[in-house]
């Protein structure tokens, strides 16, 4: 639990103590109600960090009474990566009497304090990907607030729940490379989440296993904009009569199905000059021509399992932290010069 200077839980009183304000001062700020100056807030925000504070009513839950409620935290909701695993975790949970509350930190001008909120009105919280950054989390662990994260790196004491990335990416790269596709490159940033880092380093392990460099990534973001700018980009900067860039292993669909298009337009063959790939197996995906290939991620049960993991915390269940890696599927279609519906599947762990 969080810690007030005796040792006990911090309560409001210890945050007006701290930050020296009045109690009527810090719940308009810690309650969003009244008008409050922006440097009065900050102290506040800054006590309340300081000593780990959770509205009293979040602990009471916790430890006596329970909202029936999950939070999830997700980065956007834009695109359609989201809409299975919100899918997947929804049904569950209402299937076990369970309802959820979604918040979105993009955009966010105060996560912090939406996150507060949020842990006074739920029994455990859902962290995906990198919608809160490390001490958000382990600031929620302190609190004794159960936590699951999806899409994440491995953290002590928490459960996890991801699709296997690194070696599926792998896979997909050598078929390319075993194809005669030797100009390769990686379309996405590696940093802008751990799936992603993990589909490079998969890229680049093909490409050393064959004696060959491995370029650069393209760090560009994962929307069917950048694709569009990007496909622009190698347009006017390739010639693709000399061959320079002939396969391009893209980090989602969006940007894929996007590339596919830019190129088209321009007077490029896909998969006649350059071949592409993406990720996820959006709808989209096995209704273009060609056909994207791509690999397949379980959306729908990466949030069922987060659900189901969540609730065996809250109810005690279970205690001890554990670590599920879904597999995926390699979809291999015309987009990549292939036939379509040949699949090769990237084994699950747990």
Sequence with gaps: ?????????????????????????????????????????????????????????????LAVQRHEAHGLVLPDLAGPFYGD???????????????????????????????????????????????????????????NVPIVLVAHPPLTGCDSVRTENASSAEQLTSRLLDDGHQNLLFVGDPDSSYDVSERYTGFTAALRARGLEAPKPERVPLTEEAGTAFATKLLEATDW???????????????????????????????????????????????????????????????RLAAQRLHERISGERTRARNDVLGTELVLRGSCGTGPGETQVAPSTG
């Design 85 to 143: 695993l919100l899918m997947g975790y929804e049904r569950w949970a209402g299937e076990h009497g369970q309802s959820v509350i979604l918040t979105v930190t993009h955009g966010n001008p105060d996560p912090s304090r939406t996150l507060r909120d949020l842990a006074s009105r739920v029994d455990g919280i859902v962290v995906h990907g990198n919608a809160l950054d490390l001490p958000a989390i382990q600031g929620l662990r302190r609190a």
């Design 1 to 61: 639990m969080p810690t007030g200077p005796t040792g006990r839980p911090a309560t409001i009183y210890d945050v007006a103590a701290l930050a020296k304000l009045s109690i009527a001062t810090v719940s308009r700020v810690l309650q969003g109600t009244g008008p409050v100056s922006a440097k009065a807030r900050a102290r506040v925000d800054q006590a309340a960090k300081e000593l780990n504070y959770v509205p009293l009513r979040a602990a009471r839950s």
């Design 241 to 303: 009569s000399a061959g320079r860039v002939d396969g391009l292993v893209c980090a989602n669909d969006e940007l894929a199905l996007a590339i596919v298009k830019g190129l088209g337009d321009g007077g490029v063959r896909v998969p006649g000059d350059v071949v592409v790939t993406g990720w996820d197996d959006v709808m989209a995906a096995r209704y273009v021509s060609p056909g994207l290939t791509t690999v397949r991620q379980p959306m729908a049960e990466l949030g």
